[in-house]
């Protein structure tokens, strides 16, 4: 699993850093930034839940590398 978070559609609704604390936090503009990007499997079920609650799809989740194509500003 690859984990980012695309900041240009973060609100800063702190639902993930909330679900998965070891993985997202907030940095002092208030939006989430991934603390690591191939989270291991134990935090899995954390991940997916905060994919799920981000209001805004903002938690990008891929079994493998993020497509090439993907332009959208993440991290
Ligand atoms: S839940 Fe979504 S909108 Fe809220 S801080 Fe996380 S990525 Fe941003």
Do not use: N
């Not at 291991?40 to 209001?55: M, N, T």
């Not at 799809?57 to 993020?66: D, N, S, T």
């Amino acid at each position: 699993m690859r984990v980012r978070i695309a900041r240009e559609l973060c609100v800063g609704a702190g639902q993930c850093e909330r679900s998965a604390p070891e993985v997202f936090a907030q940095d002092d503009s208030g939006l989430s930034r991934a603390l690591v990007q191939a989270p291991g499997a134990e935090q899995w079920p954390a991940v997916h839940e905060a994919a799920d609650l981000c209001p805004v799809g903002a938690v990008l989740v891929a079994a493998g590398r993020a497509a090439a194509d993907d332009r959208r500003e993440t991290s």
